[in-house]
């Protein structure tokens, strides 16, 4: 049967489904029905997913939100749109697309919200483009939304060779700022130096030199994806009227602060949570999708490619997270 954008759909399709929630083991690739487009919803036949720290998070049963078992697992994902559903109304059938879901990325066709479905430029081949919705709609929150960055401002970049710290690198970069990198070894701090990082700096010891990075002032922001190891030092190294990001907690448990510390610095820990601001408005996205668009168009955001892997080894891509050796996104060709 064709398999093609534009011709006759199948019926059914490879995904890789979640099984149990016990983590990388859980996960088995099925053939199952090609699903349909509902109201303004579009079918994207699937060239590639981007795979994240939250997809084994997922897969280990610990997101805010997990569907009936068995699943399809995946958020990120690139291709072309095969169909379109009733009241959708700035995506074609044959657009080649981004898009962002909970679940149902890692398949050969996935269902998208036309408003989770962004257009690409000619320019942007779509294994890049499947690492760019979460982590850069992210980034661009985090920065120009929530911390209102300014040019001429430093930004220090936790887990700057990750999918979010690369992100938010290049992202802070194209708004103005200067970025220090924080990374774990030497290869993360070629990749973070290769994908925007002004300066890198090692995550032991980061706040000596930090200091020693800015001439002893300290950064105006720093995004913060690990959480408990990093949060102290961090709150030190912000510059009077420094803006801390919380996005997320790599290591460990949420931590606590000292308010006080805020106090006598004139300093703030912000929160940052994308899915609630698109959830306030989903149409939030395509207005950051906007600016993001020219970025990407005229290269000053590349996305961070790190590893490739076929469909059929999710479980080696998902492996190289958890161990925390992978770099910027690990993508999926999902067609060999
Ligand atoms: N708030 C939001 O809206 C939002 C949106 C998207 C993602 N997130 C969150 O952001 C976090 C990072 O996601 P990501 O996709 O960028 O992950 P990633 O690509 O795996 O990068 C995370 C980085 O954190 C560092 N890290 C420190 N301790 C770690 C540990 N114990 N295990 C793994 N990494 C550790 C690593 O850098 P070094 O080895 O160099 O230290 C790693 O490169 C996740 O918690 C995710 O859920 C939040």
Do not use: C
Request: proline fraction near 5%; hydrophobic fraction near 45%.
């Amino acid at each position: 049967m064709p398999d093609d954008a534009t011709n006759e759909l199948p019926t059914t399709m490879r995904a890789a489904q979640v099984h149990a929630l016990t983590g990388i083991d859980g996960i088995r690739l099925d053939d199952i029905a090609v699903p349909s487009p509902g109201a303004g919803e579009v079918l994207i036949r699937v060239e590639n997913v981007g795979l994240s720290l939250a997809d084994l998070i997922v897969a280990q049963g610990r997101y805010q939100s997990i569907p009936d078992l068995p699943f399809t697992i995946g958020m990120d994902l690139a291709g072309v749109v095969a169909a379109v559903g009733p009241g959708v109304r700035r995506t074609a059938v044959g657009d080649r697309v981004a898009a962002t879901l909970h679940y149902g990325a890692a398949a050969e066709y996935a269902v998208a919200p036309e408003t989770m479905t962004f257009p690409l430029p000619a320019s942007t081949e779509l294994a890049a483009a499947a690492a760019v919705p979460v982590n850069y709609l992210t980034a661009h929150f985090a920065l120009h939304v929530r911390a209102q960055l300014r040019a001429g401002e430093t930004v220090l970049v936790h887990g700057a060779a990750g999918g979010v710290g690369s992100a938010a690198t290049q992202v802070a970069r194209s708004l103005g700022a200067r970025t220090i990198a924080v990374v774990s070894s030497d290869e993360k701090a070629r990749f973070a130096e290769a994908h925007g990082a002004d300066t890198t700096v090692r995550v032991d010891g980061f706040k000596d030199a930090v200091l020693e990075a800015t001439d002893g002032r300290g950064v105006d922001v720093v995004v913060d994806v690990v959480g408990e190891a990093v949060i102290l030092d961090s709150l030190r190294v912000l510059a009077p009227f420094g803006r801390h990001l919380v996005l997320g907690f790599a290591q460990g448990e949420p931590p606590s602060v000292k308010v006080n510390r805020l106090l006598l610095r004139n300093i703030d820990v912000r929160g940052v949570g994308w899915t609630g601001y698109v959830e306030a408005d989903p149409e939030n996205a395509w207005r950051q999708w906007d600016e993001l668009y020219p970025m990407l168009e005229s290269g000053g955001i590349a996305p961070a490619v790190g590893a490739r892997y076929p469909l059929e080894r999710i479980a080696d891509a998902l492996a190289e997270i958890q161990g925390r050796t992978s770099l910027g996104k690990i993508v999926l060709d999902v067609r060999g």
